[in-house]
C-alpha cells in the first residue's frame, strides 16, 4: 500500500510517500517547504500569507516527494489530506490540490485529521497496539487522548488556556531570551536551581485531567519584575533559576496529569509527542510516570513530532486499511476535536 499525504494546516507545505508492506511502513519521502521566514517580521503566523504560500508550494512539494521516492501516481493506491483543523485557506488549499489529483488520477482520497495524525505517529515507528495512552505536547497542542483506534479517540484532559510550548516561548520573551524559547528556556535551566522561587503548579489541587499554562507564565512575569524593581535588572544566575522554576513546575503538572490519565485509561503504554516532548526534564518525568504504572513508554523522534505529510500518510494508510475514504465533497474544517461526532463544517461536507 503506497501513500501520498498532503499537509498544510499550518505554517508547513507538507508532502510525504508512505509504503506499508509486510516488513512494516517505510516513508520513502517526506518534503516539508517551511515558510517561517515569510510570517517572521510579523510575530506570529499570518493566515492569508500562509495559504497564499500553502497554493504556491504545495504542487512543488508533492513533485518532489513522488521524485525523491522514485514514484508516479500510477503507483500511489491513495490520497491522504489534512481536512482540519488548522488554518482554514491552508487546510482548503490543501483538500483543493488533494481531490484535484485524486480526480485526475482516479485515485481514492481520504481526509485525515491533522490531531490524528499526531495521535497516530507512535505507531508509525514503534509496533505499538491499540490502546495506548497519547500525550501531545506543543507549542499549539496540549492533550490527553486514549488512542484506540485510528478513529477511535477519548479525550481526557487538555489545556484550559495557552500550550505548555507557548508557555514555554512566552517565558522566553519574558526574559530576553531567543525563540524557539523551549530549547533556549532548557539551557537556561542547567545552570539554574529550581528551588529558590516558589512557583504555583496550576489545577494540580483540583480533579481530573485539565492542565493550565498561563498563570504560571503569568507568575514568571511577576518574579521578573520584583526583581528588577528590587536590584534594577536581572542577573544570569536570576534567569537560570527562573527559567529552573519554570520548567520544573510544567514537568510536575505534567507528569501528574499524565499519572492521573494512565490511571484512568488503563492503556498499557504512554506514548508522548510533540516539540516540547524534546525537552529532557520533562521527557525523564513522563518516563518515571510510565514507569511506575508498569506501563510502555514510545517517543517517536522528533522530527516526526513536528509538522509533516508522512504522518498523514501514515494516518490514511490506516484509514484506508479501515474501509475509510471520502468523496469530492471532503470539507475543509478548521475546529475538529478528535473525539466528536459533529465537527464544525466550512466549504461544503455532508
Ligand atoms: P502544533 O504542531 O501543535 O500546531 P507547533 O508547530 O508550534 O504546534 P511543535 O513544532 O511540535 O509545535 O513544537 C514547537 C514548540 O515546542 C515550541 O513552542 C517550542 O518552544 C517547544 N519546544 C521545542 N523544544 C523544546 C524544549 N527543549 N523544551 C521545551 N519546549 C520545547
Ligand atoms: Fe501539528
Redesign the pocket.
Known amino acids: 500500500l503506497t501513500i501520498l499525504g498532503l499537509e498544510s494546516?499550518?505554517?508547513?507545505t507538507a508532502a510525504a510517500v508512505v509504503r506499508q508492506g509486510a516488513a512494516g511502513t517505510e516513508i520513502l519521502s517526506s518534503v516539508v517547504l517551511g515558510q517561517s521566514d515569510l510570517h517572521a517580521a510579523f510575530g506570529g503566523v499570518v493566515p492569508e500569507i500562509a495559504a497564499r504560500a500553502h497554493a504556491e508550494k504545495l504542487d512543488i512539494a508533492v513533485r518532489r516527494a513522488l521524485e525523491t521516492a522514485g514514484v508516479t501516481l500510477a503507483r500511489i493506491d491513495a490520497i491522504a489530506v489534512t481536512a482540519g483543523p488548522?488554518l482554514i485557506g491552508g487546510v482548503l488549499a490543501g483538500v483543493m490540490l488533494a481531490k484535484g489529483i485524486a480526480a485526475g488520477a482516479g485515485l481514492p482520497l481520504i481526509g485525515v485529521n491533522h490531531l490524528a495524525a499526531?495521535a497516530l505517529t507512535p505507531r508509525l515507528t514503534h509496533a505499538l497496539p491499540y490502546p495506548y495512552l497519547m500525550l501531545?505536547?506543543?507549542?499549539?497542542?496540549c492533550q490527553l487522548l486514549t488512542v484506540r483506534g485510528p478513529e477511535a479517540f477519548t479525550r481526557l484532559g487538555g489545556t484550559i488556556d495557552d500550550?505548555?510550548?507557548?508557555a514555554?516561548?512566552k517565558v522566553?520573551r519574558l526574559l530576553g531570551l531567543p525563540?524557539?524559547?523551549?530549547?533556549a528556556?532548557?539551557r537556561e535551566a542547567a545552570a539554574g536551581c529550581a528551588t529558590r522561587f516558589a512557583l504555583p503548579r496550576p489545577l494540580l489541587d483540583r480533579p481530573g485531567c485539565d492542565l493550565s499554562f498561563s498563570g504560571l507564565k503569568t507568575a514568571v512575569l511577576r518574579q521578573r519584575d520584583m526583581l528588577i524593581a528590587e536590584q534594577g535588572g536581572l542577573t544570569r544566575q536570576d534567569r537560570a533559576d527562573l527559567c529552573a522554576a519554570f520548567?520544573a513546575a510544567v514537568a510536575e503538572v505534567l507528569a501528574e496529569k499524565t499519572r492521573r490519565a494512565l490511571a484512568a485509561s488503563a492503556a498499557p503504554a504512554l506514548a508522548v509527542?510533540?516539540?516540547?516532548a524534546?525537552?529532557?526534564a520533562?521527557r525523564a518525568a513522563l518516563e518515571r510516570v510510565a514507569e511506575d504504572a508498569g506501563a510502555a513508554h514510545v517517543a517517536p523522534p522528533l522530527r516526526l513530532?513536528?509538522?509533516n505529510a508522512a504522518i498523514v500518510a501514515y494516518a490514511g494508510a490506516e484509514l484506508f486499511r479501515a474501509g475509510r475514504h471520502d468523496g469530492m465533497d471532503l470539507a475543509a474544517r478548521p475546529r475538529w476535536p478528535l473525539d466528536s461526532a459533529q465537527p464544525a463544517l466550512i466549504g461544503g461536507g455532508r
Open positions: 494546516s499550518c505554517d508547513d488548522g499526531h501531545l505536547v506543543s507549542g499549539g497542542h500550550a505548555p510550548g507557548e514555554f516561548d522566553a525563540q524557539p524559547g523551549g530549547p528556556v532548557e520548567q509527542a510533540g516539540g516540547v524534546a525537552n529532557a520533562i513530532c513536528t509538522d
